[in-house]
């Protein structure tokens, strides 16, 4: 991979930002897009806007075959054993709500178990809390190792006969851990449970095989993957979608209404009433089109090494403590400078044009396991370089040098 000449294909990328050129490092929280996919979105708008499935207009067939041209590149992308399989959402928050809402609420009784891990972004946790709360449900967590990984041998001692649903994160989007769900799926699987994995930092990064994994549900965000905001999917096995009510009623969703009952249509569609994410959904398979011609073991083969790369030139910095795995990271790096909070780190960052994360990523519970308030975060994609990284760790010593003499 040619990562000069993939950088030409992002334009947001050369841009000055505060008088030098731009470092993005923070794709974790959304991906920069390529041309192509901002040309095809335009195009849709430009050329053959219109509703999807409701019209016999040359138009309306156009939308409608590139709506669900999307949808059969998205389930060959992650291995779907067919498109009934793959429900168009806003995202992987709307993807796991649905899981809870529909199928987990209808499953889940008073002492049963829903197993999570103390890693999970909000998105993955607040919803089975909500399930909890209404069904009389347990929540139990898989404790943390030091360098924050989990182990199968304590899943396999938390998951129990009780266990219905095992919700954990495919990708720490904090800590770059990358847990064993395809073991958490068999664990779960004797106990008679199903598994909800979050793959919204798995899923641009990696290749996703939702068959080898043996999942139940699996939720990604477009956004993350080079597509565009506002769309994402819900990977759901077929008998477990057929089983489950929709949870958003209205026009499109439906297959014959009367004044005082209705029924619904067969999937994808019954869980994507009203207009869909018609150019999100275009945009998002022309951003798979992108990633299946660089290649994901590429993808992944790139991101390792600049990973690895920033991890020791990040090692050099006196007083810079690095939160996570040694081995074995996905391509982020969280971090701390001593007595300087991160929000500050990123302001200093900021002004030497190199864009990364601070805060608690949606991670509250985590951040107390790690005993801090919040941490900075450098996060990596194709088009990131090790010039890139070297940016970084100057401008980290120029906070280290400002803060120091402010705290002096």
């Known amino acids: 991979m040619n990562t000069a000449d993939l950088r030409k294909q992002f334009p947001i990328l050369h841009q000055d930002v505060n008088g030098h050129p731009l470092v993005y490092l923070?794709?974790?929280a959304t991906s920069q897009k390529p041309k192509r996919v901002i040309d095809t979105i335009s195009h849709y708008y430009e050329q053959y806007n219109s509703n999807v499935h409701r019209g016999v207009h040359t138009l309306g067939n156009l939308a409608?075959?590139?709506?669900?041209?999307?949808?059969?590149k998205l389930a060959r992308f992650i291995n779907a054993?067919?498109?009934e399989e793959v429900i168009f959402t806003r995202g992987t928050t709307a993807?796991?709500?649905m899981v809870a809402a529909s199928y987990a609420r209808s499953v889940c009784r008073e002492g049963d178990e829903i197993v999570l891990t103390p890693m999970e972004h909000h998105s993955n946790l607040i919803p089975w809390q909500q399930v909890a709360q209404a069904t009389g449900a347990v929540l139990k967590y898989i404790p943390l190792q030091k360098d924050g990984s989990i182990r199968v041998e304590d899943a396999k001692e938390i998951i129990t006969n009780r266990t219905k649903i095992v919700a954990v994160v495919y990708v720490s989007n904090v800590l770059g851990v990358v847990n064993p769900v395809k073991e958490l799926a068999q664990i779960a699987h004797q106990h008679g449970a199903k598994i909800i994995v979050d793959g919204a930092q798995s899923t641009p990064h990696m290749k996703v095989d939702v068959q080898e994994l043996d999942c139940d549900f699996y939720a990604l965000?477009?956004?993350?993957?080079?597509?565009?905001?506002?769309?994402?999917?819900?990977?759901?096995?077929?008998e477990l979608l057929e089983s489950m009510e929709p949870v958003e009623f209205g026009g499109e969703m439906i297959d014959h209404v009367d004044l005082y009952e209705s029924t619904w249509k067969e999937l994808p569609w019954k869980f994507e009433g009203?207009?869909?994410?018609?150019?999100?959904?275009i945009g998002l398979g022309a951003a798979i089109d992108f990633l299946n011609e660089i290649g994901m073991d590429e993808i992944e083969r790139h991101e390792k090494q600049i990973t690895a790369y920033a991890v020791d030139q990040l090692q050099t910095i006196e007083g810079l403590t690095i939160y996570g795995p040694a081995k074995d990271r996905a391509g982020l790096v969280t971090f701390n400078l001593d007595d300087v909070h991160p929000h500050d780190v990123a302001t200093v960052l900021d002004a030497e044009g190199v864009a990364v994360r601070a805060g608690h990523h949606c991670c509250q519970p985590l951040m107390r396991w790690l005993e801090v308030t919040a941490t900075a975060r450098a996060s990596f994609y194709l088009y990131n370089t090790e010039e890139d990284v070297d940016r970084l760790v100057q401008a980290l010593h120029k906070a280290k040098e400002y803060f120091g003499h402010a705290i002096g």
């Open 64 to 72: 409608t075959d590139a709506y669900e041209g999307a949808r059969e």
């Open 95 to 97: 993807s796991i709500n």
């Open 26 to 28: 923070d794709s974790a």
């Open 221 to 238: 965000s477009g956004h993350k993957m080079c597509g565009p905001t506002g769309i994402g999917a819900l990977y759901g096995k077929k």
């Open 274 to 281: 009203g207009t869909p994410i018609i150019a999100g959904a």
């Open 81 to 83: 054993k067919s498109t």
